[in-house]
């Protein structure tokens, strides 16, 4: 049967073109293009160091690609970018195939792979332990692998019990469909948003075509990224970034909460604003986050606040911390006003291991969510001798001897003095956590605990 041609674009200002079988998803391009440079922003940062996947040149991968294959056609033509574009409908990949041989100056960048449902027969693979198993039990599998390592938060937990009805059970997403040994520097998805065909064309301002097969799928995009997110937690360091789009506000929470369970070390997210239609972009990675602090800032003279965008993996952390400490304590001194330390971070575990690299006794407590801080003589002593130099030294030492009624020696572990590192406020894909000064398990009187505010 000859495939009716619904239309054909052409998009002067890179070249592509394209065409997309009649009653098939037709793309709103600007809406796409905001995705691919979302991508771009987050490959260009130096949140998570970057790999070199294929000899400087950047690979992504497309899950879903589509018929209209827009978003390879779109990374290739517009940055050069290499894809690997998955679909699993006989329609999309035809299509998909084609449109890439239409743009031959970009078709050498874009592979079209098939995804195997489980239907096309056993897919077997081998576990861990050597055993071959069948498609349905590997998802299994990949769950077990999440729950081994939960890092749950207090507030905004995934209830895997109330979506345990809805998880995904179709063909493969990644697993299964990335091949061994293969890294790529980002993978990227449009996923079915939808249950039902139904929930598909309620609202005028998402319904803009599509198939049930495009559209929907059972448990709607919440159980094809959470797919997605288990998968990436057994691929882990394959992708740089793993990325989705995302159609529901209300989800990103939930799926950022998934995303802490299993472990990630960092979690980004968007919004996408185009006319009237809104969608959000949410990325994570398990690359360990190495940027040193880009900004640490007085926002007013009258309300402090000290932004670490990251807390890295690097010794001098530990001493910057005393840092802060000493800062908050002189410039309450000097303006006599509420002064509030933050600090960004994605999750306590990096804080503790970053501080225990350093040397410094740490006791993370996961159902308070915090992680007490106690630094031995040596560091503290090396830390005041070496390191506070640039600051008013002595003007900050001397007021926090003098708040602490006069103790020595700040954070001395014969003081039972320590800094506790406990959440502040959770929002999508960051934790404001603060940092207090501990007298055993009592926050010492008067410290800048007792103002903090939300900025
Ligand atoms: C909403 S469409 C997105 C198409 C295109 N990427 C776009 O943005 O217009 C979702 C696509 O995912 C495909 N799909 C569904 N399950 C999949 C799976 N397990 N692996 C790969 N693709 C899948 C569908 O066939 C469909 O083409």
């Keep these: 049967m000859m495939p009716l041609f619904l239309d054909k674009f052409q998009f002067p200002c890179f070249l592509i073109s394209q065409w997309i079988p009649d009653g098939q998803l037709c793309p709103t391009v600007p809406n796409r293009s905001n995705y691919i440079h979302w991508i771009e922003d987050l490959l260009a940062s130096d949140i998570i160091p970057k790999t070199n996947t ?54 050498q960048l874009i592979e079209i ?23 349905e039990s590997k998802i ?51 996923p079915p948003f939808f249950e039902t065909m139904e929930e598909a064309g309620l609202n005028p301002k998402t319904s803009c075509g599509g198939t049930p097969e495009e559209m929907i799928c059972p448990g709607g995009e919440k159980a094809f990224i959470t797919r997605i997110i288990e998968d990436s937690a057994v691929l882990k360091q394959s992708f740089r970034w793993y990325t989705s789009m995302v159609g529901r506000k209300s989800n990103v929470k939930s799926l950022t909460a998934k995303l802490w369970e299993v472990g990630v070390t960092i979690v980004k997210t968007t919004e996408f604003v185009q006319g009237q239609t809104c969608r959000w972009g949410l990325a994570w990675s398990f690359v360990p986050p190495v940027r040193k602090i880009v900004s640490l800032h007085v926002a007013e003279k009258n309300v402090m606040s000290f932004m670490l965008e990251m807390l890295l993996s690097c010794i001098t952390h530990f001493s910057l911390m005393l840092h802060l400490v000493l800062c908050c304590f002189q410039f309450r001194r000097v303006f006599n006003a509420n002064s509030v330390p933050f600090i960004y971070c994605n999750q306590l575990n990096p804080v503790e291991s970053l501080f225990r690299s350093s040397g410094a006794a740490c006791k993370l407590n996961t159902s308070s969510f915090t992680v007490d801080i106690t630094a031995s003589n040596d560091h503290c002593d090396a830390i005041l001798k070496n390191e506070l130099q640039p600051l008013d030294e002595v003007s900050s030492c001397q007021h926090v001897q003098e708040t602490l009624n006069g103790s020595s020696c700040l954070l001395h572990p014969s003081n039972n003095l320590c800094i506790r590192i406990s959440v502040f406020q ?24 007792s103002f903090a505010k939300v900025l």
């Design 54 to 107: 294929s000899g400087g040149n950047v690979r992504g991968f497309d899950i879903g690609t589509g018929a209209n294959c827009i978003y390879p056609l779109l990374g290739a033509s517009l940055l050069g970018w290499s894809f690997v574009g998955s679909d699993v409908t006989e329609i999309a990949l035809e299509w998909a195939e084609q449109n890439v041989k239409n743009n031959p100056h970009i078709s």
């Design 426 to 449: 959770q929002i999508p894909g960051t934790l404001l956590v603060k940092g207090s000064l501990q007298q055993r398990d009592n926050p010492i009187p008067g410290n800048y605990q």
């Design 140 to 190: 299994e599998l990949s769950a077990c692998v999440v729950r081994e390592d939960v890092h749950l938060l207090p507030s905004a937990s995934f209830d895997l019990h109330s979506d345990a009805n809805k998880r995904y059970n179709g063909p493969p997403v990644l697993l299964d469909v990335i091949r061994d040994g293969e890294k790529f520097d980002f993978c990227m998805c449009n």
């Design 113 to 135: 792979r098939k995804v195997k449902s489980c239907e096309d027969g056993p897919s077997m693979e081998k576990s861990h332990d050597g055993e071959s198993v069948s498609c």
